[in-house]
């Protein structure tokens, strides 16, 4: 088998089997929601289908018999009940198993047997409505066998249309209560129904009289549908005051089988459009690695668009300034089209969540509400792939910590179902995350009895416990408040762990709670860590990059402007105080010249992260410019004030500053 293909199947299996997922949950919340149930028999039909063509006997098998379960509820012949429910999650547990052993290109281990047979008993459990019939009906009706053909002329038109659509024909004998109070609105009834199944073509008396009550207790009709005989029963046998039903197969005469082929053959000549046999490709799929390398060539050919502008500018090569401006634009458009593509929706990764929601709500016997609001704001796929574990430690977190049982929150007067909602929205190329619940919020007494038990903090810091020190001490590698431990929470992994990822990405997690109404983890995350637009600017003999979605504005200030408060430097800015850095004691930069100019003042950067300001001074700005970020050693990379580098027009390095370790 062809590695293409196979990587094909497993990419549009996952995409399936996500959307499957998502769909039960829905339909655990609305048994009535027909699309769903219809949406789930689509996806496994097709995910049959697919695994049949590849060859892999085992997905067959299950995604057989899940079609199966599916077909009797979507066609009613079965009750959904919370048992098939959780068979059908169980069966697409199975169903992610065997697709991974087919990703990992291994011999398959899990066994599906057992899963099987929970499906095939629900499939062999005995039917509430049992359907009256003559049990000496005859199997098949054959037309040419009556001396009266039933059809006239137009009747027979339709019913070649029809037929060669792949539908069947069916002849249905009803027999009403004799007491039955109103028969001509039971038979408005049972002709509606079989109307949602396929077309009548035919009714005796006609469909007319029956309307008006113009017949006895019994009628026929003639109906040509795609739905098996024993659909069609069923739909009968749910309809009430009916005495009996006989549903048979009808065989047509040779004469009009032959005639359907024909007219068949002739409709694809003459006035009929001929088909579209080719159609134009709209969409392809590229593999990720590709993506990646696509994206690296472009971050090379933009620092080498940096270093030829550069020469035409030392050298002031006039000929080649309009080339090099014209390059330029280009570029930098080409770089956007390729930004797009590496680009995905949110929903990407948070699709998967309302299952795990549901799953460890039931473990944990809770219920409750989950939501996603801005689920198609779009994303680096680098970004997503890093921050989907962090916002799965903090969902379960709600879910353990958070959210308490109805009991609780009934006694605390508060809405038996728990809520989660999980927000996502876009300002100044930052996208913000956030994670909220209306569970009881962080117990400040149990984080503060914890703490002093480790040492963390003295009595006299517990006293004054705030919401940042609180969240400093819960995001503290191995710090716990769960008095056991559990497979949703207790191991001490996971704030730490959402902290640390969140930051390594050149983002913060913000945190607020309200003891008894709930917690919010708000994320901010980088639009992408490819390339980014930053100020350059010189630190004595460096050269540094500051992100351009940090910095508020640049002003030059005299020395006497500058304040101290507490041994900080601090200078006021439009009625705001704000702090002051000097880079180069910071970073350890040693320079044989001043940071100020001939007239005595500095060049400040005032940058900003969230609500705080701070002010960097440096011996000059460079300007704007793109840059391709790239990452650093591991040996580098834990360099307070660092967060990568970048490669500039004359071929140095030049680090990039990471605004929120400086804050």
């Given at each position: ?8 199947f497993?990419?549009e299996s996952?995409e ?10 829905r339909?655990?919340?609305d048994?009535s ?12 039909h097709?995910l049959?289908?697919m695994?049949?063509?590849m ?5 067959t098998q299950l995604?057989h018999?899940?079609?199966?379960l599916l077909?009797e509820l979507r066609?009613r012949r ?10 059908l999650?169980a069966?697409?547990d199975?169903?992610e198993q ?5 990703k990992?290109n ?21 039917e ?8 000496t009906q005859?199997q098949?009706?054959n ?13 027979v038109?339709?019913?070649k249309t029809f037929l060669?659509?792949?539908n069947?024909?069916?002849h249905?004998?009803v ?10 609105a039971?038979?408005f ?10 077309e ?6 006609s469909?007319e ?5 113009k017949f006895d207790?019994?009628?026929?009709l ?5 739905e098996?005989?024993r ?11 009916i005495?009996g039903?006989r549903?048979?197969p009808?065989s047509?005469?040779k004469?009009m089988?032959?005639q ?6 002739k ?6 459009p001929?088909?579209?046999y080719v159609?134009?490709?709209q969409?392809?799929?590229?593999p990720?690695e590709r993506?990646?390398?696509?994206m ?5 050919l933009?620092?080498?668009k940096i270093r ?6 030392t050298?002031?090569?006039e000929?080649l300034e309009?080339v090099v ?10 770089q956007d089209?390729?930004?797009q593509?590496?680009?995905l929706?949110?929903?990407y990764i948070?699709?998967?969540?309302p299952r795990?929601?549901?799953?460890l709500?039931h473990?944990q016997?809770?219920?409750?509400d989950?939501?996603i609001?801005?689920g ?7 970004v997503l792939d ?12 709600a ?6 049982d109805?009991?609780?929150r009934?006694?605390?007067g508060?809405?038996?179902r728990?809520?989660i ?9 930052q996208i913000f995350?956030?994670?909220?619940d209306d ?10 009895k914890?703490?002093?038990e ?7 810091e ?9 969240f ?7 710090f ?6 559990t ?10 762990v959402?902290?640390?990822k969140?930051?390594?990405?050149g983002g ?13 983890f708000?994320l901010?995350l ?11 600017v ?7 990059a ?6 508020r ?5 005299h020395?006497?402007?500058?304040k101290?408060v507490q041994?900080?430097?601090?200078m006021?800015v439009r009625?705001e105080?704000?702090?002051i ?19 005595g003042r500095?060049s ?5 992260y ?10 000059s700005?460079i ?7 790239k990452?650093l050693g ?30």
């Amino acid at each position: 088998m062809q590695n293409s293909y196979r990587e094909l199947f497993l990419s549009e299996s996952q995409e399936y089997l996500a959307n499957i997922s998502k769909c039960l949950v829905r339909l655990e919340k609305d048994p009535s929601d027909q699309s769903a149930i219809n949406e789930i028999f689509r996806g496994m039909h097709t995910l049959k289908g697919m695994s049949a063509t590849m060859g892999f006997e085992k997905l067959t098998q299950l995604a057989h018999q899940m079609e199966d379960l599916l077909d009797e509820l979507r066609n009613r012949r079965k009750q959904l009940t919370s048992a098939i429910i959780d068979t059908l999650f169980a069966a697409v547990d199975v169903v992610e198993q065997l697709l991974d052993e087919i990703k990992e290109n291994k011999s398959s281990t899990t066994d599906i047997i057992p899963i099987i047979e929970t499906i095939q008993r629900h499939l062999s459990e005995k039917e509430v409505i049992s359907l009256k019939e003559n049990q000496t009906q005859p199997q098949t009706i054959n037309i040419q066998e009556k001396q009266d053909f039933p059809f006239n002329s137009e009747e027979v038109s339709r019913l070649k249309t029809f037929l060669s659509q792949g539908n069947f024909l069916f002849h249905i004998f009803v027999h009403l209560n004799k007491d039955c109070v109103m028969k001509e609105a039971r038979a408005f009834l049972i002709v509606t129904a079989l109307k949602r199944l396929g077309e009548i073509i035919k009714a005796i008396p006609s469909i007319e009289d029956l309307k008006e009550g113009k017949f006895d207790l019994s009628f026929e009709l003639f109906l040509v549908s795609k739905e098996e005989q024993r659909v069609i029963r069923q739909e009968m046998a749910n309809i009430s005051e009916i005495e009996g039903v006989r549903v048979t197969p009808v065989s047509l005469p040779k004469e009009m089988v032959s005639q359907q082929q024909e007219v068949s053959q002739k409709t694809s000549v003459g006035a009929q459009p001929s088909p579209v046999y080719v159609k134009k490709i709209q969409s392809m799929r590229i593999p990720v690695e590709r993506l990646d390398k696509i994206m690296n060539l472009m971050g090379e050919l933009a620092i080498a668009k940096i270093r030829l502008a550069q020469i035409v500018q030392t050298y002031k090569i006039e000929p080649l300034e309009e080339v090099v401006f014209l390059l330029d634009r280009l570029i930098s458009t080409l770089q956007d089209e390729v930004m797009q593509t590496r680009l995905l929706p949110v929903a990407y990764i948070l699709d998967a969540f309302p299952r795990v929601v549901r799953d460890l709500a039931h473990k944990q016997n809770k219920d409750i509400d989950f939501s996603i609001v801005g689920g198609d704001i779009e994303l680096d796929r680098v970004v997503l792939d890093e921050i989907s574990d962090p916002l799965l430690h903090l969902v379960r977190n709600a879910i353990d910590h958070g959210i308490e049982d109805p009991q609780t929150r009934k006694k605390a007067g508060k809405n038996p179902r728990g809520r989660i909602v999980i927000t996502v929205s876009r300002q100044k190329g930052q996208i913000f995350i956030e994670i909220s619940d209306d569970g009881k919020g962080i117990d400040f007494k149990a984080v503060r009895k914890k703490a002093l038990e480790k040492g963390l903090i003295t009595e006299e810091e517990a006293k004054e416990l705030d919401e940042k020190k609180v969240f400093d001490l819960i995001t503290l590698p191995g710090f716990s408040t769960s008095e056991k431990v559990t497979d949703i929470s207790g191991r001490g992994v996971g704030l730490d762990v959402v902290k640390s990822k969140i930051e390594s990405l050149g983002g913060r997690v913000d945190f607020e709670t309200k003891p008894g109404q709930g917690s919010r983890f708000i994320l901010t995350l980088p639009l992408t860590l490819a390339i980014i637009k930053a100020m350059l600017v010189n630190v004595h003999h460096e050269v540094y990059a500051i992100p351009l979605m940090n910095i508020r504005e640049t002003i030059k200030v005299h020395k006497r402007e500058l304040k101290y408060v507490q041994n900080f430097e601090v200078m006021k800015v439009r009625e705001e105080v704000v702090p002051i850095i000097r880079l180069d004691r910071t970073l350890g930069i040693v320079g044989s010249s001043t940071m100020e100019d001939e007239e005595g003042r500095l060049s400040l950067v005032i940058v900003e992260y969230g609500k705080k300001a701070l002010g960097l001074v440096v011996s000059s700005v460079i300007g704007e410019q793109d840059i391709a970020v790239k990452p650093l050693g591991s040996w580098v990379k834990r360099t307070k004030g660092v967060a990568g580098a970048t490669i500039l027009g004359d071929g140095r390095v030049a680090l990039i500053l990471d605004i929120m370790s400086l804050m």
